[in-house]
């Protein structure tokens, strides 16, 4: 399943980047994390290709990873995540939806891996 597009959340490209980083490495840490149904969408193809560089675990990859996100997450990604979802051909993320966001009525979502 195809999901997301290029939705740019009103920020430029550099502000895109470091939003998409600052989730990507919430999400390796913790595991999952609750943010608007829209960034849910976007990050899900971007962690996908992370996960499956992961999963590759060659230097090409660790290099790739390491430019992206900071090394100990990098590490934590290729030596907990990847060997996890190594029998998966795809789909390593799932999305929840929450409802709506009290204050602003934003439709919010939890993104985690999948088992």
């Given at each position: 399943?195809?999901?997301?597009?290029?939705?740019k959340f009103?920020?430029?490209?550099?502000q895109?980047?470091?939003?998409?980083?600052?989730l990507?490495t919430?999400?390796?840490?913790?595991?999952?994390i609750k943010?608007?149904?829209?960034?849910?969408k976007?990050?899900?193809?971007?962690?996908?290709?992370?996960?499956?560089r992961?999963?590759?675990?060659?230097?090409?990859?660790r290099?790739?990873?390491?430019?992206?996100?900071?090394?100990?997450?990098?590490?934590?990604?290729?030596?907990?995540?990847?060997?996890?979802?190594?029998?998966?051909?795809?789909?390593?993320?799932?999305?929840t939806?929450?409802?709506?966001?009290?204050?602003?009525?934003?439709?919010?979502?939890?993104?985690?891996f999948?088992?």
């Amino acid at each position: 399943m195809q999901r997301g597009n290029k939705r740019k959340f009103g920020r430029e490209k550099k502000q895109r980047k470091a939003l998409y980083k600052a989730l990507v490495t919430s999400l390796i840490e913790h595991g999952k994390i609750k943010t608007t149904e829209a960034k849910a969408k976007s990050l899900a193809p971007v962690l996908d290709k992370l996960i499956k560089r992961a999963i590759k675990n060659d230097a090409v990859a660790r290099k790739y990873i390491s430019e992206l996100i900071n090394v100990g997450t990098a590490k934590k990604l290729t030596s907990e995540i990847g060997p996890k979802l190594k029998d998966r051909k795809g789909g390593y993320t799932r999305i929840t939806k929450l409802g709506q966001r009290r204050s602003d009525g934003a439709p919010m979502a939890l993104i985690e891996f999948t088992s």
